[in-house]
């Protein structure tokens, strides 16, 4: 069974940083591509960055130059470094761990999310 847990929301002023990490944990041989989504009130869900196995990442527009995407492989986690926070980056965020090899199946999986707020 794999799970992913994920740390470090919480409220920030305008400017300010906050570091994500998501902890996947179980018996994985490998994990394709590890990503942070997030979705704000009466949005859809949207990529943030992602990171593929050989450490190639992509970003989205709004958050280039200000959000940093690295991994761990040794420990299953990967991290979103968040500075410069706009009160436009309040949203929950998730992340996500594509094509997990197991023992038993290849899936995705996605972490329970947590709250990042920006506020004065």
């Known amino acids: 069974q794999v799970q992913l847990v994920e740390s470090g929301g919480g409220l920030v002023q305008p400017g300010g940083s906050l570091r994500l990490s998501c902890a996947a944990s179980?018996?994985?041989?490998?994990?394709?591509?590890m990503g942070w989504y997030r979705q704000a009130p009466g949005k859809e869900r949207e990529l943030v960055a992602r990171?593929?196995?050989?450490?190639?990442?992509n970003y989205a527009e709004s958050v280039k130059g200000r959000f940093t995407i690295s991994k761990d492989n040794a420990k299953n986690t990967w991290y979103l470094q968040m500075n410069s926070l706009e009160l436009e980056d309040t949203a929950v965020y998730y992340c996500?761990?594509?094509?997990?090899?197991?023992?038993?199946?290849?899936?995705?999986?996605w972490g329970q999310g947590t709250q990042v707020t920006v506020s004065s």
């Open positions: 996500n761990a594509e094509r997990v090899r197991t023992l038993m199946r290849t899936f995705d999986y």
């Open positions: 179980g018996i994985i041989f490998s994990i394709n591509a």
């Open positions: 990171i593929v196995s050989d450490g190639t990442t």
